[in-house]
Each structure stands twice: as C-alpha cells, then as structure tokens.
C-alpha cells in the first residue's frame, strides 16, 4: 500500500495496536464504584472526582491509564530518536516550522538521519489518526492531516527567543501583551507543527513508560496543539523552567496579565478536556491553515 493510500486507511480505521478496548473507559466508571462517596456529589460525583484527581496530579500514571502496547513500543523509541536526529540536522529553531513531509525527506536525505522505515511510518500516521479520547484528551483537533504544513510566509521570527508567531493576531495579541506587561514578559513558546508536537508527545510518553494517557495530560497529541494554528506561551524572564509549572501563576507577569484582562486560557483550572492547569497558554482566536 502506497503512503497516500496508507494515510486514507489510517483516517478511517483506528488503530487496535495502541491499546485494549477493555480499559477504555473514561472516566473510570469501575474505580469510581468502587471509592462509593463523593467529594463531588451528584450521580457522577465519583466519576468527577476521580477525572480531577487525574488531571491535578498529571504527571503520574492513574488507574485505567491507556499504555502503548509493549511490542509497539520499540517504534515509539526509534521514533524520538530519528526525529532528534531531524532536528539536529535542521536546528532547534526551524524543526518548529518542519512539516511532516519535509522530516521524512530530510531523513531520507542524510545518512546520519537514516530513512523513517515502514514501521515507523505506520505507527506515526496510526498515533495522529486515532482519536485521543480513549486516553482522556477531549480537546479539539485542529489539524486534522498529518501533512498540514505551517505557511513559512505567515510566520515572524520573534527575536531573542528562537520561537515564531504567525503574523495577524497573534503577533499583535503578544505585542499588546508586552506594552501591557513590560520587559518582563517572553515568549517562551510559539508556533509548533505536527512534527515538532510529534517529538514533545512521544518524547513524553517514552519518559512515563509508554502512559499515552499521562502524555496526553501534560502534551496535547499531535494535531491536537492549538499552538499550529495560533496560541503561545509566555513566562517571566530569568524564570526558566518554572514557567511552565503552578509557580508560573505567583509571577509578576501572570499577575500583570490577569489584571490587564490578558487571561484568556486555552486550558483553565480544573477544565473539562483532560489537561492540566497552563496558566502560561495564551488562547489565540485564529486560523492560519
């Protein structure tokens, strides 16, 4: 079967090598029966509670998680692998803009890259065409092909933080944001397409040993990022890593947002589409492709 048709297959018919039908219940209607009382109330307290629990603590596995199938797992590390290799052949800073057509070229290409093999190509264009429900992710999808590509002619380097915006209004919302806020504020992460969202899930879901389900918590799937089509995020300088964790919120910069009325969260406090709490996740109303 060529790619292209490959590719129709996989849109129309999910995937059985991604985990058992038997655990794909959300929420874990079993484990709520069984905790009887909730702190919730109602005749889907329990069931509630245990979806928040889940969401609050994000970065552990949970009861009824979805794992990758062991013997699919080899794939998922030769995956990451090669898309590093990608990346280092390209640099950091044009893998964000790097379609998923032009990775398996550049692989294809260079010998220290080494060509994406069949497996791996199935097993990336099963994960992207499978819907990310049965792992507790109830967000949109807003690149719905494995092919979207970012437009290189909509897209502004943002200078000192190796990130891009697309032109319009995301750029103007950030400009905004910055006389309202001041020097304080960066740009920490911008546009991401599916390649790069790519290597953020799966790289993600080989550190929690294969939990698609805990991936999925802190990483929206690929083609699930609403950073392809416009959001960003920002941080406080000379923050680093903390901006993108709860201590973000105790920032002069989250309070300088929140007062200027900047707030407008792609995922708030305790949402109802599987993520945790971004406080640092500007919402863009827009479309570029």
Do not use: C
Request: overall charge positive; hydrophobic content about 40%; proline content about 4%.
């Amino acid at each position: 079967m060529d790619i292209m048709k490959r590719r129709e297959f996989l849109k129309t018919v999910a995937a059985g090598a991604l985990g058992s039908a038997a655990h794909l219940g959300f929420p874990d209607a079993a484990l709520a029966a069984r905790r009887g009382s909730s702190r919730s109330g109602g005749p889907y307290g329990a069931m509630l509670d245990d979806y928040l629990d889940k969401i609050r603590d994000f970065d552990r596995g949970h009861t009824g998680d979805i794992f990758l199938d062991r013997d699919i797992f080899p794939l998922l590390v030769s995956s990451v692998k090669r898309f590093k290799r990608v990346q280092g052949v390209v640099g950091h800073g044009n893998f964000y803009l790097l379609s998923f057509d032009e990775a398996v070229n550049v692989a294809r290409r260079y010998p220290s890259v080494g060509e994406f093999t069949r497996q791996e190509l199935d097993f990336l264009e099963r994960i992207f065409y499978e819907t990310a429900a049965p792992y507790g992710f109830f967000g949109e999808k807003p690149l719905k092909n494995l092919t979207d590509a970012i437009p290189r002619n909509k897209v502004t380097k943002i200078r000192g933080t190796g990130n891009y915006l697309y032109r319009g209004v995301p750029l103007e919302t950030y400009k905004k944001i910055q006389r309202a806020v001041g020097r304080d504020v960066v740009l920490t992460s911008g546009i991401r397409s599916v390649t790069k969202q790519f290597l953020l899930f799966l790289e993600k879901a080989y550190l929690s040993n294969g939990n698609l389900s805990q991936a999925s918590r802190s990483l929206a799937p690929p083609g699930y990022s609403f950073h392809g089509v416009g959001d960003f995020d920002v941080g406080q300088k000379g923050y680093g890593k903390l901006n993108f964790t709860r201590e973000f919120v105790r920032t002069k910069v989250f309070k300088r947002l929140a007062e200027t009325g900047y707030v407008r969260l792609r995922y708030p406090r305790d949402n109802m589409l599987g993520v945790r709490f971004e406080p640092w996740h500007v919402k863009v109303k827009f479309r570029a492709i």
